[in-house]
């Protein structure tokens, strides 16, 4: 900006050039997220959207917002921060397209201790990433420098996705019935959640992050850590789309199986879930074995596997894979079904 610069403000440890600087930066990976909607580029006071609405009975917005927790830790150890962002757009349009709502538009907020024009480029690309897989804009955010108050080296990032689905249309719960299949979508890893827990049990801070193990298949710790959070919303439009009566959906985070899957659920019914259906992940094994938790903590804190959790009509479960493999979704699984005798979650064998 002509003239803006003030000598007071960099001498507190603010540089306001450099905000401008990362705004140059990320211009291009924002550009790449606009979509029929977009009013307004980066850079005003406000993010502008225009949405159609089109062939909707009754438009119902759907909101959620999100970070990333402690993964954080993990991107500054290894100094890599290009897919981050991808983890917090995934945290807020996977809990939004359980609803059924089909994302719009996206904003982040990312705080940190010295503004590093490159590192808050680098995180934002992230960002316009994970709103490309998920197919919503990328309309604006802001980088705010919290010096005194964070070491220069941190950050943090949180966001929120707006979305919208037709009112008659909304996946609540109110259809899931006894009987109902339970298909399970195969996470990336560890993704967002659980991160306290999975620094604890494998010493973090002292670990050897690049270092390739066998347990893991000859890839490091860092890498399978760090690998971002799966977006979920084009399998599930890909349901939707194919004429599957999708009765519920649990976006499984913090809680794990026994917090997210009844959220689902109407009361007087509980999940039936057979782990080994699940295609097994040795990070998990990794976690469990070194921290030596319990099977009920594990499944009480990491998705074990499973991203996702569907509630369908078991007579379109055939069908309901069909679509989910042509949509990429090819390792997804039928992982139980919805029954009135089971309490909560039950597992048939663990």
């Known amino acids: 900006m002509e003239n803006s610069h003030s000598a007071a403000y960099a001498a507190a440890g603010v540089d306001i050039n450099a905000g401008y600087e990362g705004v140059r930066l990320m211009k291009p990976f924002v550009e790449r997220t606009n979509i029929p ?13 225009a949405p159609d609405f089109t062939g909707m009975a009754e438009p119902v917005l759907v909101s959620g917002t999100d970070g990333v927790g402690t993964k954080l830790r993990l991107a500054q150890l ?15 349009v996977n809990d939004i397209i359980c609803c059924g709502a089909r994302p719009l538009f996206f904003l982040d907020y990312i705080a940190t201790g010295k503004n590093e024009a490159k590192k808050i480029a680098s995180i934002v690309s992230g960002v316009a990433e994970g709103c490309v897989q998920s197919g919503c804009a990328l309309i604006g955010g802001e980088t705010a420098e919290h010096p005194g108050v964070m070491a220069p080296d941190d950050y943090d990032i949180a966001g929120f996705a707006v979305g919208v689905v037709d009112k008659p249309k909304i996946i609540d719960g109110s259809k899931v019935r006894e009987g109902d299949a339970l298909i399970g979508l195969t996470s990336s890893g560890v993704h967002s959640n659980g991160f306290s827990l999975v620094r ?25 850590l760090l690998a971002p959070t799966k977006i979920y919303v084009k ?3 890909a349901l939707l789309d194919g004429g599957i009566d999708l009765h519920g959906a649990s976006h499984i985070t913090g809680g794990g199986f026994f917090e997210n899957i009844p959220r689902m659920l109407p009361k007087g019914l509980g999940a039936r879930i057979v782990p080994d259906v699940i295609p097994k992940q040795p990070i998990f094994d990794l976690i469990q074995k070194r921290g030596d938790i319990s099977d009920h903590d ?17 007579a379109q479960t055939e069908k309901a894979l069909e679509l989910l493999a042509a949509a990429g979704e090819t390792d997804a699984v039928c992982a139980g079904c919805v029954s009135k005798d089971a309490r909560g979650v039950d597992f048939e064998s663990v």
Request: charged residues 15%; aromatic residues 6%.
């Open 298 to 314: 594990m499944y009480n804190t990491f998705n074990m596997g499973l991203g996702m959790v569907l509630a369908v009509p078991a």
């Open 78 to 92: 290894l100094d890599k921060h290009d897919s981050i962002g991808i983890d917090c757009v995934a945290m807020c």
């Open 200 to 224: 604890k049990a494998l010493d973090i801070e002292h670990a050897g992050l690049t270092v390739p193990l066998e347990e893991l298949g000859g890839k490091s710790l860092g890498e399978v």
């Open 37 to 49: 909607g977009v009013v307004s580029g980066i850079g005003g006071f406000g993010g502008l959207f």
């Open 235 to 237: 399998a599930i439009r």
